[in-house]
């Protein structure tokens, strides 16, 4: 059973009188209050992915230090709170990362291979009060709470009573936070976390970031100004990544940055017509550039990322022999890693941003080329030819046809992929989610077979570069072997697999869910 | 989870006061724990300033026609609740003697509880019946308090005796010395002779202290308002003694 909690926070007005006045005044003769020992001083951080999955999943994590034991405090949509004692943490941190319990447990789930920062710090005073009844009973505990943010910005919170019931003392307490709202003219709402409280009061709200592209477009406005607008929002998508990249926070950074340089790339490939000329060729040059910077980081990340699972799918060898190709893999990406961090602090990446940045926005308001092209017709035009490449390319692949064919699906199925989710807001979500998913199926196995190939080749490029290091004993590169085969079966699955995904993909239901999404552009 | 019960066939030889004061003792080594007032008397229920009082009375509890979650309160120390004793207690064992397996159902009724605490003090009241066979049935351990008269040390053998006659499981046995006046030679000899001679019995005693009496006036534990008195080192005493032979 989860103990009753309700906050009350009182008006600006009632700062002229102490909190606990108010409250003493409030209960009135039903209930007496007690002190239960001096303020105590609370430093809290509350902590968040940077693609606030926590917030999203209406959840609140605090680091809580004073002079009680320092805990983790997870609370969940209903109020439910988890804690566990953890002190000499820092951050950001990675849920597997924290001391076992139960808020690592439940973390684990909630927020994946992201990890978690501080988003806001905070340092309140805490009173406690004892509720009594005509017992001198303890039937509630109120604590004041006076909290001073302190980061992102100075800010003073109103202060919050909050009402905790002793267990099997919940009417008690719901009449102690009725009595106590009334006198401060407030309600008594849930207890959640003032998180949300500290970041308006310093100007910021949460889900400022999403990985997903959320750019809402109208089916009228000009094509031009349609596709500066996607590029702003995947340029400001890349630079948000960039800090955390640089201080390597966690994989998904680098992640979300290659996938804002790749949806660029596409943009300008399959739309970039419709800028002004030379656009395209000046600035997609750029763009390969830094979207070949990061793939050596990003392929060895996808490496470590999966090798538990490879290594628990042994059958021959043992996981422990391929510790060797751990180490070896992650020297290699601590040295990718370095290249990385001096490309995006170069000046040409600098000059790229800054010079992209500034010919967007000074892109003239009018239609630019291709005069009337509304946005509508321009995503028409080129979801349908991107659909219809995918659909021939893959019409041609026979189970003899070179991997190479099924390489270039691949690329097709992502420039479709990429148009589609450039101009989702211009389609009804349902039927875009519908054709997303019939696509995404095909993506995934051609994904497939090309990773496993790609990291085949990759594997025994690392086997003969281990071959010249010291001390690496054989058992290493024979288990890398059965992984080698391992990745070969899989690759022969995803190939046996091919055929029936795209016979789905092109299957007129799947056509005719196309042929609706297209249909239902002007809104 | 463990389940100590706090027994004996006499009254007033102090079963209270232990289960009081060790389940204090216990919640404030961290351990999550749960006192059952089984006593109509209520006096655990009076000395935690709790009412005595359970919505649909024992017999709802023992039928499981009410959670026995619902139940509980928390008393005013942290880890520490209590499940209230209810007037109705002094007809359980009719209520009992209505259930299947009447001697099995209090184990049965606690097993979920596992989850919630780590130990479960049980405060009987005196005398021999179908409760008190199911709170045998129930517990890992007895503590038995034993005021030092021959009297009481032949209630100890019959309360073994007893024991060892039953089917099934069987609980230890730690018996201690309670209400010890040091003032009588014959208190003083008894109780320093027989846990020499007998396992069962605790080394640690409890003198008769007014501290002790004043738990009733204060209300709560002697921990919790005589901290540093001597009845306070002596049932930590007894605590840690407790937990070293039955947890």
Redesign the interface.
């Known amino acids: 059973m989860l103990p009753y909690a309700r906050v009350v926070v009182l008006p600006a007005d009632a700062a002229g009188q102490p909190a606990d006045e108010t409250a003493r005044g409030a209960l009135g003769s039903r209930f007496t209050l007690a002190s239960a020992g001096r303020p105590r001083t609370v430093r809290r951080a509350w902590l968040d992915t940077f693609d606030w999955r926590l917030h999203r999943a209406g959840c609140t994590l605090e680091h809580v230090t004073g002079p009680r034991p320092a805990e983790l405090v997870l609370t969940g949509r209903d109020g439910a709170q988890l804690t566990q004692q953890a002190s000499r943490l820092s951050w950001p941190a990675l849920a597997g990362e924290l001391p076992a319990g139960p808020v690592r447990d439940r973390l684990e789930a909630l927020s994946g291979i992201r990890a978690v920062q501080p988003v806001a710090r905070a340092v309140s005073t805490v009173q406690d009060l004892r509720v009594l009844n005509t017992d001198a009973k303890t039937v509630a505990w109120i604590s004041l709470d006076h909290t001073a943010v302190r980061q992102p910005a100075a800010a003073q919170l109103p202060t919050r009573l909050l009402v905790t019931a002793v267990r099997g003392y919940q009417a008690e307490a719901q009449q102690v936070a009725r009595l106590l709202a009334d006198a401060a003219g407030a309600a008594a709402g849930p207890a959640g976390s003032p998180l949300d409280a500290a970041l308006a009061a310093a100007g910021r709200r949460a889900e400022d970031y999403s990985s997903k592209l959320d750019v809402h477009l109208s089916p009228g406005m000009p094509a031009q100004a349609a596709l500066r607008d996607v590029l702003l929002y995947l340029l400001d998508a890349l630079e948000a990544n960039v800090p955390g990249t640089i201080r390597d926070v966690d994989t998904e950074f680098l992640h979300d940055l290659r996938v804002a340089v790749r949806r660029t790339r596409s943009a300008l490939k399959l739309a970039g017509d419709v800028l002004p000329s030379g656009l395209r060729e000046r600035f997609g040059t750029e763009f390969k550039w830094l979207g070949d910077l990061t793939t050596p980081t990003r392929d060895l990340d996808v490496y470590l990322l999966g090798y538990q699972d490879m290594a628990a799918a042994l059958i021959s060898a043992k996981p422990a022999e391929l510790a060797p190709f751990h180490a070896h893999l992650r020297a290699q990406r601590a040295a990718e890693y370095r290249k990385l961090v001096r490309g995006l602090r170069s000046a040409r990446f600098t000059r790229l941003t800054c010079e992209w940045r500034a010919v967007l926005t000074g892109l003239p308001p009018g239609r630019g080329r291709r005069g009337g092209y509304s946005a509508a017709e321009l995503a028409a035009d080129r979801i349908g030819r991107a659909h219809r490449r995918v659909l021939r390319q893959g019409q041609a692949i026979t189970p003899d046809s070179p991997p190479e064919r099924l390489h270039d699906l691949r690329k097709r199925c992502k420039e479709l992929r990429y148009l589609l989710e450039i101009f989702a807001s211009l389609y009804s979500p349902r039927a875009h989610q519908r054709v997303v998913k019939d696509l995404k199926g095909l993506q995934d196995c051609l994904g497939e077979f090309q990773d496993r190939q790609v990291q085949q080749e990759e594997i025994r490029e690392f086997a003969s570069q281990m071959m010249g290091e010291e001390g690496v004993p054989p058992t290493a590169l024979l288990a890398m072997g059965e992984l080698a085969g391992q990745l070969g079966l899989a690759q022969q699955g995803a190939r046996d697999e091919f055929a029936g995904q795209f016979r789905e993909f092109a299957s007129p239901a799947s056509e005719h869910r196309f042929r609706v999404l297209m249909g239902g552009t002007s809104r | 989870m463990k389940i100590l019960a706090t027994y004996n066939i006499k009254g007033g030889v102090g079963k209270t006061a232990t289960a009081v004061n060790l389940s204090y003792l216990a919640a404030q080594d961290g351990l999550r724990v749960l006192l059952w007032d089984l006593d109509p008397q209520a006096a655990a229920s009076f000395l ?4 005595p009082r359970v919505k649909g009375g024992g017999r709802a509890l023992i039928r499981g026609s009410r959670e026995i ?6 008393t ?1 120390f942290e880890r520490l ?1 209590l499940l209230p004793a209810d007037f109705t207690y002094r007809n359980l064992d009719l209520v009992l003697g209505a259930t299947k397996k009447p001697t099995r159902r209090l184990a049965r009724l606690l097993a979920p509880l596992g989850a919630d605490y780590d130990v479960i003090f049980l405060d009987c009241p005196p005398g021999i019946s179908l409760l008190s066979e199911s709170v045998l049935y129930a517990a890992d351990s007895l503590l038995v308090p034993l005021i030092p008269t021959t009297l009481s040390v032949r209630t100890l053998d019959q309360l073994t005796e007893f024991i060892g006659g039953l089917d099934g499981h069987r609980p230890d046995v730690l018996a201690f010395f309670s209400m010890i006046d040091r003032r009588k030679r014959l208190h003083l000899e008894i109780a320093s002779q027989l846990p020499e001679e007998r396992a069962d019995v605790a080394a640690t005693i409890i003198p008769s202290l007014s501290l002790i009496e004043r738990m009733s006036v204060e ?1 709560a534990p002697v921990g919790a308002f005589a901290p540093r008195s001597r009845a306070a080192q002596s049932y930590r005493e007894l605590w840690t003694e407790v937990r070293a032979r039955a947890l």
């Open positions: 935690f300033r709790i009412r979650d619902a139940s509980i309160k928390g005013d609740d209300r």
